[in-house]
Structure formats: C-alpha cells, structure tokens
C-alpha cells in the first residue's frame, strides 16, 4: 500500500524555520516526482515546490524561492521541505504529493497520484 506521512509542522514565529518530511512507504522515490503544496483557510491548494527523480531537478513557486528548499533522502525513503525565513502568509497545511510519472513535476494537484495527510504550519507575527 503506497503512503505519505509528512510531519515536523508547528508554531513558529516570523524568521524562523522548520523543516517538513514526508516519509514514503509502499513505493520508493526514484521513479517518482515529488511536490510538497499548501493550502490556506479559504485558498486554493497551491503548489510550492517539487523535484523530478530523473535528474533531480528541483523547482519553487516564485513566493517561496530563495527560502525554502526540497531534498531527498533515498536511504530513508523520505523527502523534506526545509523552510526559511518564514512569514505569517507561509501559514497552512503542507502536503506532499508523488506522481507515478517522474519524468516531470507539476504544481497541478491533479498531476499527482498519492497524496498525504498534511501537516499544519502556522507562523506568527
């Protein structure tokens, strides 16, 4: 059975950082593309970054880049979002996502085939 578990989400305050893992099982990340997407009280769920295990290619939403970045643990089987100087509107629930096809990565939540439970972010002013 395919399943993503994230956790390491929080309360932090504004300038901080946490770091975010989504741990497979039932499947391992190299065939696969991952994105991490979030989603606000009310909001669209939106993508925020993602990496293809082809080549290893990462990619960021403009409203993240710069602060928050993807990696990868094949050993562990888990991929993590480590977030950067955070900002109250980086509050919302995380999830990630794995999409059977690894050649490309999407912010398209409809790209992905497995999804996991979310992890709440919230950051205080």
């Known amino acids: 059975e395919v399943q993503l578990v994230e956790s390491g989400g929080g309360l932090v305050q504004a300038g901080g950082s946490l770091r975010l893992s989504c741990a497979a099982s039932?499947?391992?990340?190299?065939?696969?593309?991952i994105g991490w997407f979030r989603q606000a009280p009310g909001k669209e769920r939106e993508g925020v970054s993602c990496?293809?295990?082809?080549?290893?290619?990462?990619y960021y939403a403009d409203s993240v880049k710069g602060r928050f970045t993807i990696s990868s643990d094949n050993a562990k089987n888990t991929v993590y979002l480590h977030m950067n100087s955070l900002k109250p509107e980086d509050a919302a629930v995380y999830y990630c996502?794995?999409?059977?096809?690894?050649?490309?990565?999407?912010?398209?939540?409809?790209?992905?085939?497995?999804w996991g439970q979310g992890t709440q972010v919230t950051v205080s002013s």
């Open positions: 039932g499947f391992t990340f190299d065939d696969y593309a």
């Open positions: 996502a794995a999409s059977e096809d690894g050649s490309s990565c999407s912010y398209h939540v409809l790209w992905y085939d497995y």
């Open positions: 990496f293809t295990s082809s080549d290893g290619t990462t």
